[in-house]
């Protein structure tokens, strides 16, 4: 699958806050998201990234998780997968293996993931260490084609109000990066990073 190819639209297995259902991925028509995709799902991995999850949705967009073959077994597990927040699709069939054209002989603890825009076209293809340095780099890449949050002046525009001219914000807020502005050389070195 190159880049700016649309995802499938066939529907697939998927457990998405404790709700199973046949969903397919372009249910996230509007939204970018990440599509993690993984061998296998262990608890403590469980719990990293519904954390990530968290922290894409404050960016505007979606964490995907996709399992190659099924749901794992959670028997020995402390907390149920039905109660994380994770939105889990399975492909037990290997149906988006190869218009995704995934790698099925990942080394352990590497992951692949594909990052897509709103229109559910490919942007990136990262293949990365599955631990928080990782899963916080691919954030970091996402974000740059994931919508700037709502401005306060365009709040105030459907109501007929102007913001005053005069409100000037604090030097702590001038001094941080502007959301949204990474240069694509950092993108790059990023990805040279994790990918090293």
């Known amino acids: 699958m190159n880049i700016n190819f649309k995802i499938p639209t066939f529907r697939l297995p998927c457990l998405q806050k404790g709700d199973l259902c046949f969903a397919p ?8 998201f990440i599509l993690c ?15 990530h999850t968290k922290e894409v949705k404050k960016s505007g967009g979606t964490l995907i998780i996709l399992l190659n073959r099924t749901f794992p077994s959670t028997e020995s ?16 069939l290997k149906r988006l293996r190869r218009p995704l054209r995934l790698l099925s002989n990942l080394p352990l603890q590497r992951c692949e ?6 229109q559910n076209l490919l942007k990136f293809r990262i293949f990365h260490e599955f631990n928080l340095r990782g899963l916080s780099t691919i954030l970091t890449i996402a ?11 365009d709040r105030l ?18 001094d941080q990066p ?19």
């Open 25 to 32: 991925l372009t249910n996230f028509d509007g939204n970018p």
């Open 37 to 51: 995709c993984l061998p296998h799902l262990t608890e403590k991995e469980a719990w990293l990234l519904e954390s």
């Open 77 to 92: 597990w402390v907390r149920p997968l039905c109660e994380f927040n994770l939105s889990i699709f399975v492909d037990p």
């Open 113 to 118: 993931s594909l990052i897509f825009d709103q």
């Open 143 to 153: 974000k740059t084609d994931m919508p700037p949050p709502t401005h306060l002046s």
């Open 157 to 174: 525009k459907p109501l007929g109000l102007k913001r005053n001219e005069d409100f000037r914000y604090s030097h702590h807020h001038q």
């Open 178 to 196: 502007k959301h949204n502005e990474l240069h694509p050389e950092s993108v790059y070195r990023k990805i040279s990073e994790i990918c090293a």
